[in-house]
T-cell receptor, first 110, second 112 residues
Framework: DAKTTQPPSMDCAEGRAANLPCNHSTISGNEYVYWYRQIHSQGPQYIIHGLKNNETNEMASLIITEDRKSSTLILPHATLRDTAVYYCIVRVVNDYKLSFGAGTTVTVRA | NAGVTQTPKFRVLKTGQSMTLLCAQDMNHEYMYWYRQDPGMGLRLIHYSVGEGTTAKGEVPDGYNVSRLKKQNFLLGLESAAPSQTSVYFC???????????FGPGTRLTVL
């Protein structure tokens, strides 16, 4: 019972912004949106999370629509090292478990 | 600060053999998790622990057992390995009250 929908793959040019969409139309008011990424053969790495407001940190920005039914992860200046599978996950605020889907395979090209 | 470490990195077993995977974290985190990842798929939660001496089942617990005798360690056991348990196993930890999980580098297990 998938809670999120992501495109299976996307390409991005090095140095340009990468915009990764995620649909979570059934999200509840107490569910956060999380983004993780997994670089080949490594353990997943936390990127960012948010509830209602847009968020920014040193890695990325998270834009959540006003109705909270979709969000976009923005990597402002993609590098070759950003090539990875990116997972969008919704999670109840008091639930410590993460449910990973198939994610989006992002390939950054020189 | 090593973060989350996993032992061993690779292992090959024969069907029916047993083994234990060790996860250790030096961040004093309360919560620990074991996931498996099959080729081309996302991670699935096997078991988790919300504190020393406590464990709980995740999505795919069958065929595995776990123990959390010390806060910093979380052990995953396979009593009788099957080829269907060929996978990459990831351990993670998170502090109480925070949602971010920190992952180890993984253990690649092949069961012949």
């Amino acid at each position: 019972d998938a809670k999120t929908t992501q495109p299976p793959s996307m390409d991005c040019a090095e140095g340009r912004a990468a915009n990764l969409p995620c649909n979570h139309s059934t999200i509840s008011g107490n569910e956060y949106v999380y983004w993780y990424r997994q670089i080949h053969s490594q353990g997943p790495q936390y990127i960012i999370h948010g509830l209602k407001n847009n968020e920014t940190n040193e890695m990325a920005s998270l834009i959540i629509t006003e109705d909270r039914k979709s969000s976009t992860l923005i990597l402002p200046h993609a590098t070759l090292r950003d090539t990875a599978v990116y997972y969008c996950i919704v999670r109840v605020v008091n639930d410590y478990k993460l449910s990973f889907g198939a994610g989006t395979t992002v390939t950054v090209r020189a | 600060n090593a973060g989350v470490t996993q032992t061993p990195k690779f292992r090959v077993l024969k069907t029916g053999q047993s083994m234990t995977l060790l996860c250790a974290q030096d961040m004093n985190h309360e919560y620990m998790y074991w996931y498996r990842q099959d080729p081309g798929m996302g991670l699935r939660l096997i078991h988790y622990s919300v504190g020393e001496g406590t464990t709980a089942k995740g999505e795919v617990p069958d065929g595995y057992n776990v123990s959390r005798l010390k806060k910093q360690n979380f052990l995953l056991g396979l009593e009788s390995a099957a080829p269907s348990q060929t996978s990459v196993y990831f351990c993670a930890s998170s502090p109480r009250g925070e949602h971010t999980q920190y992952f180890g580098p993984g253990t690649r297990l092949t069961v012949l």
